[in-house]
């Protein structure tokens, strides 16, 4: 019987562990996206805006939208693809729409393919620092505000801005203790 509940002892601590391993998993992951610059995770806060303009190169960046499913409405960027210089400020505007009877709280998640090509993205503004609400039978136009840093490397001429659309109306009123 003894050997029976060193097993289960065994067992048990084996689970925890696993629980508490996937649990540290997400910050794991994003400190390390964090240093390696991989999965094309933008910054999620505002740079400063000095910068030179690079004259002599054009840099296309293509605009995506996605929306989480069971999402309704619509989602788009004012331009899909625009041609930049590196240190050249540009605005683009997203719209969303909320055909639903009920408000919502959005939250847009950026990425960037390459992924190399995030950590040279520079959004002086973005919808996506920060929920969005939407009030029932509405629309909304959010701003971002970027530049590409003219240290890009060269061989990268085309880069896509990913933004996928999340309902998260109930995670914010439970945060809210609403």
Sequence with gaps: MAHVNRIAVRLGLLAVAMFGFGFALVPLYDV?????????????????????????????VEFVTYQSSGLRGRFDPSVHRLQVRPGEMHQVDFTVNNPGGDARVLRAI???????AASYLRKTECFCFQEQPIAAGSEAVMPMRF???????????????????YDISEQAAAGSGA
């Design 110 to 116: 950026p990425s960037v393919s390459p992924g190399v």
């Design 147 to 165: 530049y590409v840093d003219q240290a890009l490397p060269a061989d990268i001429e085309v880069f896509t801005l990913s933004y996928t659309l």
């Design 32 to 60: 390390f996206c964090d240093i390696t610059g991989l999965n094309g995770k933008t910054a999620t806060r505002a740079v400063a805006e000095s910068r030179v303009v690079d004259e002599q190169r054009w840099v296309t």
